[in-house]
C-alpha cells in the first residue's frame, strides 16, 4: 500500500537527505583521492596503491548508484514513477563525472 500524501513529503524528505549525503560523500573521496595522487602521497601505478585507487573508486561509483536507488525506492513507496527522475539524473551525472580519465592517473615523475 502507497504512502499518502503527507507520508510521502516526509518520506521524500529523508530521502532526499540520504541522498545528499551519498552525493556529498562521493564528490569527497574522489577529490581526497585526487588531492593525495596530486601531491604523490599515493603513486597509482605502483600494484598496492593502484588497487587502494580502485577501490576507493568503486565506492564513489557504489554512493552514486545509492542516489538512484534512493529515488527507485521513493517512487516504488509512493506508487509514483516520476519521483525517481530526479534522483536517477542526478545519480547518472555523478557517475559521468566520476568517470575515471587519464588525467587522473597520469603522474609525471
Not at 5 to 29: C, E, I, N, P
Not at 34 to 56: F, M, Q
Amino acid at each position: 500500500m502507497p504512502y499518502g500524501d503527507a507520508g510521502t513529503r516526509v518520506l521524500t524528505f529523508v530521502v532526499s537527505l540520504l541522498a545528499m549525503t551519498a552525493a556529498v560523500g562521493s564528490l569527497a573521496a574522489r577529490e581526497s583521492l585526487v588531492r593525495r595522487i596530486s601531491s604523490r602521497a599515493v603513486d597509482p601505478h605502483s600494484p598496492r596503491e593502484a588497487t587502494r585507487v580502485r577501490r576507493t573508486l568503486l565506492g564513489t561509483w557504489v554512493l552514486c548508484l545509492v542516489v538512484g536507488w534512493l529515488g527507485t525506492f521513493l517512487a516504488w513507496s509512493a506508487a509514483k514513477p516520476t519521483l525517481a527522475w530526479p534522483y536517477l539524473v542526478a545519480a547518472a551525472t555523478l557517475l559521468m563525472f566520476h568517470a575515471p580519465r587519464a588525467a587522473l592517473f597520469d603522474v609525471t615523475r
